[in-house]
Structure formats: C-alpha cells, structure tokens
C-alpha cells in the first residue's frame, strides 16, 4: 500500500509561482503518479502523469506549458510546479498513484486571488 502525503499549498495572486510535493511511501506495482485536483463544487479533474519508468509526462490541456510535473526517486518525492497561475487553478492538489484521483493523499489547497 502507497502513502501520499502532499504539501506547498498557498494563496499566490494570479501569474505566480507555487511548488507542490508529495511525499510518497510504501510499495507498489503501478509505473505511474499523477496529480489531479477539485475546484469547490467539481468533480476531480486530472492534472498531470509520470510515468516513474520512463520520466514521461503527460499534462492536461489547461495546465500544459504552465506546469512541470517531476519526481525525485532518491527522496520518494513528486513535485508539481505551477507558473503562470489563474485563478481557476484553484482548487485542493492531491497526488494520487492512479489518474481518476481514487488512491489519494490527504490534499494541499492553492488558492489563486488577487
């Protein structure tokens, strides 16, 4: 079984910068980590894939070229950095080992206001 346990959540003001991380534990058979997120009042959207064999990625039309997702093997870590914010980015970040967001961590909110 795989923890997650995200951080690096904030209020940024539109066109910043935040870093997310998660911080992953436990084993598992999966080749993927993915980060996927929920607006107030939506529905889980994906975000974004690494698949943790090759270092492919994979983004969601409305984050590509403005997110990096990318992992550090050697401290059991994904990152999630954000450029370029709006404010309908906003939303609780989770990271999760599948991408419909079923086996996730606890969350980390970014709010996106000016």
């Known amino acids: 079984e795989v923890q997650l346990v995200e951080s690096g959540g904030g209020l940024v003001h539109p066109g910043g910068s935040l870093k997310l991380s998660c911080a992953v534990s436990?084993?598992?058979?999966?080749?993927?980590l993915s980060w996927v997120r929920q607006a107030p009042g939506e529905e889980l959207e994906w975000v974004s894939t690494?698949?943790?064999?090759?270092?492919?990625?994979y983004y969601a039309s409305s984050v590509k070229d403005r997110f990096t997702i990318s992992r550090d093997a050697a401290k059991n870590t994904l990152y999630l950095q954000m450029n370029s914010l709006k404010p309908e980015d906003t939303a609780v970040y989770y990271c999760?080992?599948?991408?419909?967001?079923?086996?996730r961590g606890q969350g980390t909110q970014v709010t996106v206001s000016s």
């Open positions: 690494i698949n943790i064999r090759s270092n492919n990625t």
């Open positions: 436990g084993t598992s058979a999966r080749n993927t």
């Open positions: 999760s080992t599948d991408t419909a967001g079923r086996n």
